[in-house]
C-alpha cells in the first residue's frame, strides 16, 4: 500500500484526484501514437530513404506531451521519485511531516514559479504565431508550449489534493 493511498481524502482531494485519473488514463494512449509515430518515421527514413522533419518534431511533442500532462498523475498516485532508502524505513507520521514540508516548501513554490514565467513565454508564441525554424517544421509552436503550461497547472492541482490529505491526516482532532 502506498503512502497517498494510506491518506484521507478530503472534499478537495474528491473533486481534484478524477480528474488528474482520467488525465493520466488518457495521456497514456499518447505513449503508442509515438510508437506509432517513430516507427513510421524509421521505416520512411530506412525503407524509402525519406527522412520528414515533420514526424521528428511530432515525437518530440508528442513525449513532450505524455510527459508534461502525466506529472500531475504520477505525482497524484504517489509514482514519483523519491529516496526511498530512507523513507520506507520512517513511521507514517514522520513520513506526512516530511510530505508536508516538501509540498509547501518546495511542490507549491517550484510549480507558482514554472507558471509564473510560463504564461508569458506561451502568450508571446501565440501572439507571433511562432512556427518550427526547421524547414517543413510543424506550425503552432504555442501549442506545444502550453504542454507546460497545462501539465504545472495538474502539477499544482495534484500538490493541492495532497496537501489538504496530509494536512487533515496530521491536524484532524483525533475522535
Not at 25 to 49: G, Q
Not at 63 to 91: C, K, M, N, W
Not at 92 to 119: N, Q, S, V
Request: charged fraction near 15%.
Amino acid at each position: 500500500m502506498s503512502f497517498s493511498t494510506e491518506l484521507p481524502e478530503t472534499e478537495i482531494s474528491r473533486r481534484i484526484d478524477p480528474v488528474l485519473t482520467w488525465v493520466g488514463h488518457s495521456i497514456s494512449w499518447l505513449w503508442l501514437v509515438l510508437l506509432a509515430t517513430i516507427i513510421l518515421n524509421v521505416v520512411l527514413r530506412y525503407v524509402f530513404d525519406e527522412g520528414r522533419i515533420e514526424f521528428e518534431e511530432f515525437q518530440w511533442h508528442l513525449y513532450s506531451a505524455g510527459f508534461l500532462l502525466g506529472i500531475g498523475y504520477t505525482f497524484q498516485v504517489d509514482g514519483h521519485v523519491r529516496v526511498d532508502v530512507l523513507q520506507e524505513r520512517l513511521p507514517f507520521r514522520i513520513k506526512a511531516w516530511l510530505e508536508l514540508y516538501g509540498i509547501l516548501l518546495c511542490a507549491l513554490p517550484f510549480t507558482a514559479l514554472i507558471l509564473i514565467f510560463t504564461a508569458p513565454f506561451v502568450q508571446i508564441s501565440y501572439e507571433l504565431g511562432e512556427v518550427s525554424p526547421s524547414p517543413g517544421g510543424l506550425p503552432y509552436r504555442w501549442l506545444i508550449k502550453s504542454m507546460l503550461f497545462i501539465g504545472f497547472v495538474l502539477l499544482l492541482l495534484a500538490a493541492v489534493s495532497r496537501l489538504t490529505r496530509v494536512w487533515v491526516f496530521l491536524f484532524r482532532p483525533k475522535p
